[in-house]
């Protein structure tokens, strides 16, 4: 069995950084996927980052360059690094898992988390 959970959420002001973590257990594998995702009550759940077995990344048009997505094989984790926050970026962040292995199949992700709230307001 394979579980997720986000961690690292919390109210920011604009500008502000915050980092959330996602911690795997269960039979989670080195050729999975990780990523993110974020859903709010303006937008449905929409693809934020990913990272794929190999390192490469993949990220959302609105977060590139402030954003940025690592993992640590050896720990099973995924970190999600948020600068430069607006509250367009407000929201409910999920951590995901994409077996087939890469972080652009922005379809193929699954197993979500429960997920953290990351609200951006003054």
């Known amino acids: 069995q394979l579980q997720l959970a986000e961690s690292g959420g919390g109210l920011v002001q604009p500008g502000d950084s915050l980092r959330l973590s996602c911690q795997a257990s269960?039979?989670?594998?080195?050729?999975?996927?990780m990523g993110w995702f974020r859903q709010s009550a303006e937008k449905a759940r929409e693809f934020v980052a990913g990272?794929?077995?190999?390192?490469?990344?993949d990220y959302a048009d609105a977060v590139r360059g402030r954003f940025t997505i690592s993992r640590d094989f050896e720990k099973n984790t995924t970190t999600l690094q948020m600068t430069r926050l607006s509250p367009a970026d407000t929201g409910v962040y999920y951590c995901?898992?994409?077996?087939?292995?890469?972080?652009?199949?922005?379809?193929?992700?699954?197993?979500w988390g429960q997920g953290t709230q990351v609200t951006v307001s003054s």
């Open positions: 995901a898992i994409n077996r087939l292995g890469y972080s652009w199949q922005r379809t193929k992700y699954g197993d």
């Open positions: 990272i794929g077995w190999s390192g490469e990344t």
């Open positions: 269960g039979r989670a594998e080195r050729r999975y996927a």
